[in-house]
C-alpha cells in the first residue's frame, strides 16, 4: 500500500478489505499467542495479495522473539532483508509457498504484508487551542517560556528544508538537528535510515514539500513575513527530527521510521551529542495512513512499534485522516485507533481564519463509526487554510492558493496555506512538546488525558456522549485542544 500523506485531497488507509481467500486466512486480532496448532494469521492485505502473487514479495514475520522470527525465516528459505529487533519482527522476501509454510513455524505469531502503499493526508492558528498564550503567559519545569524547549519531535514525513527561514535559530542555525531518511529498493523491498547533513533538503529531493509545511507547524519559529503577517509554530522552541520516506513509499518505509525512533529516541544525535543541544524524541508525528480508514490491526508491526514507543515515554501522533463521512461506518486512520495511552489520532477544526474556539469540524475530516467509540478520533486541532513553510516549485505546496514571501528578500513564495488533518496532526504533536516541558516526568498517558479532560467542547457536528474522560464524539473526539487548560490538568 502506498503511503499517502495526509492531504484534504487524498486520504490513506493502511488496511485493504480482503478476507481471508484461497485457503490464506486474514487477520484476526484476539488471535492466542499460545495456539501453536493453528497457522499464524496473516494482515489482510497480504490474504488478498497472496490470491494473486506470482513472486516473491515482502513480509514481515513476527515471532514470540527475534530469534524464532529469524530462525522461522531461515527454515522456510525465505530472503531476509532486514528486521525490527525490538518488537521481534523479521523483514524478508517471500513466495506464496513460502508464506504459507512460515505460518507453521515454530514462535511464528503473525504475518504481515510489507508492500501495503499508504499516503500523506493534506487539504498557523495558535490562537484558537491557547497555544500561543501558553508560550507567553505560562513556563515550563526548566524555568523557560512554555515554547518546547528540551524537547524533540520527530517528523516522519516526505522531507525537510532545514534551511527554510521558518526553521532558522536567531544563530543562522536550522532547528532541524537530526536529518535523516528512510532509503527503500524498490526492486528488493528493503529499507534503511541514513543521516544526512543537516544541509541537504531532502523534501525537494523527494519532490514532496509536505514534510516542510509539516515541520514549520510544529515547530517553526517567531517569524514576520513581508506583508505584516506574524507566524509561529505550536513549539517555537522544540527541536526538529527529520525522518523523509519520499513522497510515495509501502508501509514498511513508514514502519523502518517508527522502528528508528525507537532505537534511536534518547541520542537522536547519536552518543555524545548532549542533550541541550539535541534533546531527546518525547513525541512523533505521523501524517500519513491508508485511504479509506480500515480496520484497527494489534498484530501489525506499525501498532507494535507504537505500543513499544509509548512504553519508553513516547507519544505518538496520527492525523486522523481526510475521508469526511457521516458516522455510518469507520474512515478514520487504524493506527490512531489504538486504545494505548499515548496514542492520539487528530481530527480538523475550522476556526474560519479568525481564532475562535467555536467554529466547525471541517468536511473533509474522517470520521468513526458512531456506534463504536473506538474509533472515533481522540481530539479536534486546527486544520483548515494553516499557513506554513513551503516552497512555492514542489509539489504540495502548490496546491495552494495563498502564497506568500518570507522574510528576506529573496524567500519568494515560501510560505502557502494548505488544509488537511495532516496540518491538524503538528499541532498537537507541538503542544506535546510544550507538556513534556512542564512536566518532564508525566508518561504518554498522562499526557492523553490532560489533554482529553481539558479539552473545549465546541458545539459544532455529531452530540458529544459520555465517556471515561469527559464528553466525546464519532467526528471531533473530546473537542478541541485547550493548551493553557491541559498544563493546569496535568499539573
Known sequence: MRTKFLLALAATTLAASATGVGGVASAAPDRAAGAASAPADVSDFLAGQLTRLTGPTAVMVHGTSI??????????????????????????????????????????????GGAQPISFFQETSNVATRGAEAAATLTGADGTPLTGRGVSVAVIDSGVDPTHPYLREADGSSAVVANLKALCEPLTETCSVQRLPNVVDTDTLSVGGHGTHVNGIVAGRPTTLTDGGKVQGAAPGAKLVSISTGAGIVILGADSALNWVLENHEAPCGAGVPAATCPPIKVTNNSYGPTGGGAFDPESATVKLQRALAAEGVVTVWAAGNDGGDGSQSLTNPPGQDPTGGILSVASYNDGDTGTRDGTVSDFSSRGLATDPSTWPDLSAPGENITSSCRPYLVICATGLDFRNGPGPLDLGTFNTISGTSMAAPHVAGIVAQLFQADPSATPGDIEEALKVSAHTYADGAAYQAGPLGPTSYDKGHGLVDVVAAVAALG
Open 67 to 112: 530469534a524464532a522470527a529469524r530462525d522461522a525465516v531461515a527454515a522456510t528459505g525465505m530472503t531476509k532483508k532486514g528486521e525490527f529487533r525490538s518488537i521481534g519482527v523479521v523483514i524478508a522476501k517471500a513466495t506464496r509457498a513460502q508464506v504459507e509454510a512460515v505460518r507453521t513455524q515454530p514462535g511464528v505469531t503473525y504475518v504481515e
